[in-house]
């Protein structure tokens, strides 16, 4: 699992260190890295491209800017934010990895999450499957009827839509209403036999946002702001999502 | 809701602390929620943790936008260190509270020929309480598929 050397040469850049330097700790001092390896060696994409948290940010602090601006690893790595929970000095890796992937040129980022990102911002949905909401409602609608006639005990099972004041507003992920519908029906018992008051949006019902992995600030925000819309709409107190 | 329907059955149990849920973002207080959770409905003895675990958990690799990038070799190769960490429980099936996890964790499963399978909360919820439907059981195994059902 041992990388290659560093190799210094040529002019040095300073663009992404100095960024770097704004998202260390204590005025975004480069030498609070100790050089310990804790992240490197609990991170699970440690070795995949050559590459590791601890020489990434090594990296960027010694100003290799091409190189850590062009190396796939941006992309396996999750930023589960372990390496941070595990650093004596709380550097927030992550954050170096977002900005890296984000100086991408867009349509070299990976095709699926681009895809994922620009199908949600088709719909009224933000559906990364490109779900709408009436095909949501009319799913829903159907399943209900369904489970309402046939399953004992559950003739007043409630899927509300667009349930103006309910406490709770509940996104779903699409994989359910897309390709496992009967997954929601569980969740719908709980709440009912619990005698939650929640409710779907016909808009803004989709729980997930690939426009964040893909490190596009502004579809990101315009995902999110589809769904809080939304729920301001609706006067939900709660926004639960099951993502 | 209890765990009377596992006393006799004995089926072991593990979970997945999503990172985005709890090292992220609640933190080990929401990793003790889950736990009271799943002990509760699988019953204490039958609930086997992960390790390292709730905070410090290992990502299983499906986040991130990982199983949308392309990277599918990578993408397992990253959830070894989870799938090892699975295998090592000996438990049968992994409640997975995050989309993410549930598929990566699945396609490990399959993948890596593991023989776990991957359950959301609301699954085991209803079926400790014997109000899971015939057609809700995708994601059980072929010992609980028609467990409870008249």
Known sequence: MEGSAIKISGKQKSAFLNKVKELLPDGGNLSACLTCGMCASGCPATGMFDMDPRKFLRMAALGLDDEILKTPWVWACTMCQRCIYVCPMKIDVPQLIYNARASWPRDERPKGIRGSCDAAAKVDSGSAMGLTGEMFTDTVVELLEEVQEEQEGFDKLQAPIDKKGAHFFVNQNSREPQMEEDEMVPLWKIFHTAGVDWTYGSRGWAAENYCMFLADDEAWEKNVRLKSDMVKELGCKVWLNTE | ?150
């Open chain 2, 1 to 150: 809701m209890n765990s009377d329907w596992n006393k006799d059955l004995k089926i072991k149990f593990t979970l997945q602390d999503p990172c985005q849920l709890v090292r992220k973002t609640f933190g080990d207080e929401a990793a003790e929620d889950m736990r009271y959770v799943t002990k509760k409905i699988v019953g204490e003895e039958n609930f086997i943790d992960m390790t390292p675990n709730k905070s410090n958990n290992y990502c299983c690799g499906g986040g991130g936008g990982f199983l949308q990038s392309g990277l599918k070799e990578q993408r397992r190769q990253y959830g070894k260190v989870k799938h090892d960490q699975i295998m090592a429980t000996g438990a049968s099936y992994v409640i997975a509270p995050c989309h993410n996890c549930h598929s990566q964790i699945h396609d490990l499963s399959d993948h890596f020929e593991g023989g776990y399978h991957v359950v959301h909360f609301w699954t085991l919820i209803c079926l400790s309480m014997g109000i899971l439907g015939e057609n809700e059981r995708g994601h059980l195994g072929p010992d609980l598929e028609e467990f409870g059902l008249d």
